[in-house]
């Protein structure tokens, strides 16, 4: 009797550490961010948010880091001056937030982009229409092909979605907001709602004048457009270290740079700073989570594409797990370990792949893997976070369990 005790116990204590293992691995950490209480009459925020500054009305990209990165093995180019009215960035920053444009009342961008998942979701593949909750614990509804890429820097991409089917972020808004499997909404939905929602009709004055009398879809695209583009991360460490703070980076963090940009691992070459991505498709061998995703052949109809996908930002890519279009690697190491290992070519990719040259065994030590991970961690900037409103115009409920919010803000 005493050693079935004893075999009970510890068969417990195996349980218990075994579950603890597996939870590690799938909660991701979430990121910090501020909820706020907004203006009782949603009075729109002439402020220009964090990573920008104000001239002459407008807000402009602070780009305090960004010349001694494109010197420094950077794109070699000038990045664009976008000028946006703070104004029309705050009333995006509420619709983002709003279930209001959903066609059920149920979902927001939000749910999707959510700040404690660095404006992804956490999720390997994200949960559209009838789902309830947000972020990995979001359940029942309509599973969706794809893992939810993060916004950030959003406003420097050429290409949206993984296969690139939208060029520009107001085509890639129209997407989510009227497809059946997600937003489930219309043109006639959203305007209807909106012109008849007093708070919006002062909002889109505010922000538009005479042109935002009359509430389009068009105008909520573009609001939500413009919040997008404000989403700017670029005061990392690694940033800080660029432009003369040598003490910003440890050793193990400057080996892995080297490790980086070394011709053995070449992650450079596909993901080059500033924008740590050179904004083309690649076909690497990720295996599918599900059906199989034939990515940008899809669009062009090239075999030569076949189950190529969007090379992404790494920036913030510490905040972002799980990681490629099929969310089925969870962790960097993961990832690391999956180039290391050849990718598609080591990790039994279907034969008809035209797996880029630069994937090859790379024979990386654990020592090398280690600062590399290290190095990606120094990527992560915040600091530009949206603010979460605790009530939007619309008066429905936000993606925020706040008892849950303020539980994990006092740890």
Same mark, same amino acid.
């Given at each position: 009797?005493? +050693?079935?005790? +004893?075999?009970?116990?510890? !068969?417990?204590?195996?349980?218990?550490?075994?579950?603890?293992?597996? =939870?590690?691995?799938?909660?991701?950490? !979430?990121?910090?961010?501020?909820?706020?209480?907004?203006?009782? =009459?949603?009075?729109?925020?002439?402020?220009?948010?964090?990573?920008?500054?104000?001239?002459?009305?407008?807000?402009?990209?602070? +780009?305090? +880091?960004?010349?001694?990165?494109?010197?420094?093995?950077?794109?070699?180019?000038?990045?664009? =001056?976008?000028?946006? =009215?703070?104004?029309v960035i705050d009333l995006g920053r509420y619709l983002f937030f709003d279930p209001i444009l959903s066609g059920d009342k149920q979902l927001s961008c939000a749910h999707c982009h959510h700040p404690a998942y660095s404006l992804s979701d956490g999720r390997k593949q994200s949960i559209g229409k009838d789902g309830t909750g947000y972020g990995p614990e979001r359940k029942n509804g309509v599973v969706l092909k794809r893992s939810a890429p993060s916004l950030w820097n959003v406003l420097y991409m050429k290409h949206l979605f993984w296969e690139g089917r939208a060029a520009n972020l107001e085509d890639q808004a129209d997407g989510p907001l009227y497809s059946p499997d997600e937003m489930g909404s219309s043109p006639t939905i959203i305007e209807s709602r909106l012109n008849e929602n007093p708070f919006y009709q002062k909002m889109f004055r505010q922000a538009y004048g005479l042109k935002g009398t009359k509430i389009s879809a068009e105008l909520v695209v573009d609001a939500i457009s413009s919040f997008e583009r404000s989403l700017v991360s670029f005061s990392s460490r690694f940033d800080k270290w660029s432009t003369g703070d040598k003490d910003a980076l440890s050793e193990e963090e400057l080996l892995g740079y080297n490790v980086f940009r070394s011709f053995v691992a070449r992650c450079a070459e596909c993901h080059p700073p500033p924008m740590f991505t050179n904004n083309v498709f690649a076909t690497i061998g990720v295996l599918d989570s599900g059906v199989r995703d034939y990515g940008r052949e899809t669009i062009t109809g090239q075999d030569l594409l076949r189950g190529s996908f969007r090379v992404p930002s790494l920036r913030n890519i510490a905040k972002t797990a799980p990681y490629m279009h099929a969310g089925n690697l969870e962790t960097l190491e993961e990832v690391v370990n999956f180039y290391n290992e050849g990718g598609g070519r080591g990790n039994g990719a279907p034969s008809d792949l035209r797996i880029h040259w630069h994937v090859r065994k790379m024979g990386l030590s654990q020592n090398e893997i280690t600062s590399l991970i290290s190095f990606l961690k120094t990527l992560t900037d915040e600091s530009s976070m949206p603010k979460f409103p605790k009530s939007v115009p619309s008066g429905l409920p936000v993606a925020l369990e706040l008892e849950s919010y303020h539980r994990s803000s006092k740890k």
């Open positions: 009797m005493k +050693y079935l005790l +004893y075999l009970e116990f510890f !068969t417990l204590i195996f349980l218990v550490s075994n579950c603890s293992k597996v =939870d590690s691995r799938i909660i991701q950490e !979430t990121s910090e961010f501020e909820v706020v209480e907004p203006p009782s =009459d949603f009075f729109l925020s002439s402020l220009c948010p964090s990573g920008w500054k104000t001239e002459k009305g407008s807000c402009v990209i602070n +780009y305090q +880091y960004i010349n001694s990165l494109e010197k420094n093995g950077g794109l070699g180019q000038t990045l664009p =001056d976008v000028k946006l =009215d703070p104004k």
